[in-house]
């Protein structure tokens, strides 16, 4: 066991628990801007805001991204969705890099 495998297991490890946190992130950006839209919550309260604005500067840069490439379907906002498949597809490629590496 060398100094390279040393260092790469906790590294991936720690990578996929990032993009895993950001699937959490983008799943609760979603459900808030579902509840402002539906007047659940109220974007006047201050916390509500302090959240919303923190979730959509997370956010918004990777979204903006894959909206920029998507077509708009019917006013249908598919962009947090692609994101999710591709943080899912590379989490898989790290996984499987971990195992055939033994680490």
């Known amino acids: 066991m060398g100094l390279f495998d040393i260092i790469l297991g906790p590294l ?9 946190l950001y699937v959490w992130v983008l799943i609760a950006s979603v459900i808030l801007s579902w509840l402002v839209a539906f007047n659940i919550v ?3 309260n201050r916390f509500v805001y302090a959240v919303g604005d923190f979730l959509h500067r997370l956010t918004e840069p990777v979204l903006r991204r894959v909206r920029g490439i998507l077509p708009a379907i019917g006013g249908v906002d598919l962009s947090p969705l692609i994101v999710i498949f591709g943080i899912m597809f590379l989490r898989m490629v790290i996984q499987r890099l971990a195992f055939a590496l033994g680490v």
């Open 42 to 44: 109220n974007t006047s």
């Open 12 to 20: 991936l490890t720690v990578i996929d628990m990032v993009l895993d």
